[in-house]
């Protein structure tokens, strides 16, 4: 993580008041801060060089290989469909 030698700045953001309640529950649960939280998540973000480089958190590793796909699945096809059928 890159290490920050400026003050901390303090910013005013705008969320839905269920998500900042579950994000506070969150981040209690997990002996942090919501402050903290916010700056990982821009933090990893930003700090990729290109579109190309997303980080693969541990919880997407573990369900790689969940499901099997046969060879010739074609996701765009599929999912075409799937928004078709869904806003009939």
Known sequence: MYVNECMDKKLTLS???EIIE???KFAKENNTSLSKM???YF???TERKSKDEIKTTPLVKSLS???DL???FDYKQYRAKHL???HK
């Open 43 to 45: 933090d990893s973000l």
């Open 70 to 72: 046969p060879e010739d």
């Open 38 to 40: 916010i700056e990982s």
């Open 22 to 24: 579950r994000a506070k």
């Open 65 to 67: 290989g969940v499901v």
């Open 15 to 17: 969320l839905n008041q």
């Open 84 to 86: 078709l059928k869904k």
